[in-house]
């Protein structure tokens, strides 16, 4: 069964690094997007992202954050300078069609780490 | 976004059939119902999703009230895996989940 795959599972950064978190949805899918968990809490919508664009970002996608589907299988997020409160597990996801008929599959996610 | 309103925690045994319900007096229309679940340490797994009629697939069936002002998932016999976060999430033009703290099963062998 096709599935997503996210990439590394874990990450170690310092405090002012630049981190990408790499993710291949699934092959046929036309629309994707980053969540992130912190540890305890919800899990956020960060971004969806449809067409070589973004089509909706939440308050915590600053400028600090960044998306980009560099060829026809990735899907990265790059966080350019991270901080403390970026230590999250982060989860891709892709879906097949236009919301609300279609469902969305989550990879596994990445755990980041900032100290 | 339309809120829901789901129990914080819920036990069942294994081999029993498991009903989580979910309240969302302010659906519109358009809302469809949809089920999500977080294993422990995973990312969130679809489970099942619908609008007006009931819908079975493998993993659970989703009973929705005639005035779509709940709904129920049902398990139909728990296992230890079955144990997660269950959400109820409504969606209607909007694309990204919202996700609430949701229901955690704890399944008990």
């Known amino acids: 069964e096709p599935e997503v795959t996210q990439t590394p599972s874990h990450q170690v950064t310092q405090m002012g690094q630049e981190v990408i978190l790499r993710c291949v949805p699934i092959s046929n899918h036309l629309y994707f997007y980053w969540y992130r968990q912190i540890l305890g809490q919800k899990v956020e919508f960060l971004v969806s992202f449809y067409n070589n664009e973004i089509s909706e970002k939440s308050e915590i996608f600053d400028d600090q954050f960044s998306v980009e589907r560099p060829d026809g299988s990735n899907f990265t997020l790059k966080i350019r300078s991270t901080k403390l409160e970026d230590s999250a597990m982060y989860f891709c996801?892709?879906?097949?069609?236009?919301?609300?008929?279609?469902?969305?599959?989550f990879g596994p996610g990445t755990r980041l780490t900032v100290t | 976004d339309a809120k829901t309103t789901q129990p914080n925690s819920m036990e069942s045994n294994e081999e029993e059939p498991v009903h989580l319900p979910c309240n969302h007096s302010t659906i519109s229309g358009t809302d469809y119902i949809h089920w999500y679940r977080q294993l422990p340490s995973q990312g969130p797994e679809y489970v099942i999703h619908g609008l007006t009629s009931n819908v079975n697939n493998r993993m659970a069936s989703l009973a929705i009230a005639e005035d779509r002002k709940s709904s129920t998932l049902i398990l139909h016999r728990a296992t230890l895996r079955d144990a997660a976060v269950y959400y109820c999430?409504?969606?209607?033009?909007?694309?990204?989940?919202?996700f609430g703290t949701g229901t955690r099963l704890q399944v008990f062998p």
């Open positions: 999430i409504l969606m209607s033009n909007t694309d990204k989940l919202i």
């Open positions: 996801a892709s879906r097949f069609g236009r919301a609300p008929t279609y469902e969305q599959y």
